[in-house]
C-alpha cells in the first residue's frame, strides 16, 4: 500500500514529528509513505524517510497549478490513500482525490478556527468527500462532530503515540546536563517546550512565572524558567521578561535537537497555550515522569488523565498558573505522585505501535471509498450529533 503524507511543510513541530513517527514507523510494517509539501519541505522535509518528496508552491489561497500538480504525482507515484493533515492541505487532498479517484484520510489535530464559519463549513465539506477522518483527543473529536457535523461512522480517535522505549530512561547524567546548560545545580526548574507562537502564551507563563517568585516573599532559592525552542514570538517573549525583571531566571534556548536533555533538568514541565491537540512534547514529558502542569484545552486533559496525573489550571489566568507551581515547588510528595501517575498513564495509552495500527486499519477501510464515492453516498447529518462519549472511550 501506497499512503501520500500532505502537510503544509515540515518544520519543526508537534503536526510535523507525528508524520515522521508515521513514516519511519509504517515503513517497518510494509506500507510505503511518499510525502507532499504544498509550501515548502522546511526543515524535516528533505530527510523524512519518504519514499519521495513531492514539493508545491502553495501560498494561503488555492494555487491550481500546485493543485493540479499534486494530482499528477498521485497518478504518477501510484497512490493508494491520500492522507492530509490539518485544513489546508485537506483541501488539496481532496481537490486532488477528486481528480485522481484517490480515497483521502484526514487527521485533524486541534479545533482549527472553529469561531469562522466559512471555515466550518468548507471542512464539513470536505469531510462529506472524505472516507475517514481521524482526530487526535476528543476534543477535537467534539468538533468534528458537533461542529462541522461529519458522520459519526467517519471518525475515529486515534492519539497521538510516541515511541516509548526511548523516554522514561532514568540513568541519563543530570547534574552534567545543568552545568553543560549552564542551569544551577541546585536550582528547581520549571520548563516547557515548543514554537514561540502566540498560541503557546509564553508570555502569560512568564507573567504566572513572575507570580510565583513573588510568592515566596523575597526567600533566598534558585529558582528557573526555562523555555526550549523558538519562533516569531521571541521578541514579546523577551519583552515580558524585562518587564518582570527576569533576565537573570529566564532561558530561552533557541532551536534545538536536544529536547529530551532539556525536559531531564526540569523538575516541572508546564504548557500555557490557548489551544492544543495532543502534545507531543507533554507526551514525552509525562514519560519521563515529570509533573506537569498544563491549561484546559484541547487534548492537555486527556493526557493528565482528567487531572489524575497533574494540575489542570483555566487557560489565561497566570495566577493559578503560578499557584500550580508553588504547590508543586513546596509539595516533593506530590510532585513524586503527579509524576508518576503521568508516566503510568501514557505509557499504558499513548504508545506509537498503537498509533501505527489504528491508522493502517484506517487505510484498509478507505481502500475503494474514494472521494466521489464518498460524496454521492454521504448522509452529512442536518443536526449536530448529541455526545461523543462513545468515541471518548474509544
Not at 482528567?306 to 497566570?318: E, F
Request: glycine share 10%; hydrophobic share 40%; charged share 20%.
Amino acid at each position: 500500500m501506497r499512503v501520500l503524507q500532505v502537510v503544509r511543510s515540515l518544520n519543526i513541530g508537534g503536526l510535523e514529528r507525528v508524520v515522521l513517527d508515521l513514516i519511519a514507523g509504517l515503513r517497518e510494517r510494509g506500507t510505503v509513505c511518499h510525502l507532499a509539501c504544498l509550501s515548502e519541505p522546511g526543515t524535516w522535509g528533505r530527510d523524512s524517510g519518504a519514499e519521495d518528496c513531492w514539493i508545491g508552491n502553495a501560498a494561503d489561497g488555492v494555487r491550481w497549478r500546485t493543485l493540479l500538480g499534486l494530482a499528477a504525482y498521485v497518478r504518477r507515484a501510484r497512490i493508494d490513500v491520500i492522507h492530509s493533515h490539518n485544513p489546508q492541505p485537506h483541501l488539496y487532498a481532496v481537490g486532488a482525490g477528486l481528480l485522481t479517484g484517490v480515497p483521502v484520510v484526514h487527521t485533524k489535530h486541534g479545533r482549527n478556527a472553529v469561531t469562522r464559519p466559512r471555515s466550518v463549513w468548507l471542512n464539513r465539506q470536505l469531510s462529506r468527500c472524505s472516507a475517514r477522518v481521524a482526530a487526535v483527543s476528543s476534543d477535537a473529536a467534539d468538533v468534528v462532530l458537533h461542529t462541522e457535523c461529519v458522520p459519526r461512522g467517519k471518525v475515529t480517535v486515534v492519539r497521538n503515540g510516541i515511541a516509548l522505549s526511548q523516554h522514561g530512561d532514568e540513568s541519563r547524567q543530570r547534574e552534567s546536563l545543568r552545568r553543560e546548560f549552564g542551569v544551577p545545580l541546585d536550582a528547581f526548574v520549571i520548563g516547557s517546550v515548543g514554537r514561540y507562537a502566540s498560541e503557546k502564551c509564553y508570555s502569560k507563563m512568564v507573567e504566572a512565572f513572575a507570580a510565583f517568585l513573588g510568592a515566596l516573599e523575597d526567600q533566598v532559592v534558585s529558582l528557573s524558567l526555562v523555555l526550549v525552542g523558538d519562533g516569531p514570538d521571541r521578541p514579546a517573549i523577551e519583552a515580558s521578561v524585562a518587564a518582570h525583571g527576569l533576565e537573570g531566571r529566564v532561558t530561552l534556548t533557541g532551536m534545538t535537537d536536544r529536547v529530551a536533555d532539556w525536559l531531564s533538568v526540569m523538575d516541572v514541565f508546564a504548557l500555557s497555550s490557548m489551544t492544543e491537540g495532543t502534545s507531543i512534547t507533554l507526551l514525552e514529558a509525562a514519560a519521563l515522569g515529570l509533573p506537569l502542569v498544563v491549561t484546559d484545552v484541547g487534548g492537555n486533559r486527556e493526557v493528565l488523565d482528567q487531572g489524575n496525573a497533574g494540575l489542570i489550571v483555566p487557560y489565561d489566568d497566570a495566577p493559578a498558573m503560578a499557584g500550580a507551581f508553588l504547590g508543586l515547588y513546596r509539595g516533593a510528595e506530590l510532585r513524586y505522585t503527579l509524576g508518576l501517575a503521568a508516566g503510568q498513564y501514557v505509557k499504558g495509552k499513548y504508545g506509537i505501535e498503537t498509533m501505527l495500527e489504528q491508522y493502517e486499519a484506517i487505510y484498509r477501510e478507505a481502500l475503494g471509498a474514494g472521494p466521489w464515492h464518498c460524496l454521492v453516498h454521504s448522509r452529512a447529518a442536518r443536526r449536530c450529533v448529541p455526545n461523543v462519549e462513545d468515541q471518548k472511550e474509544s
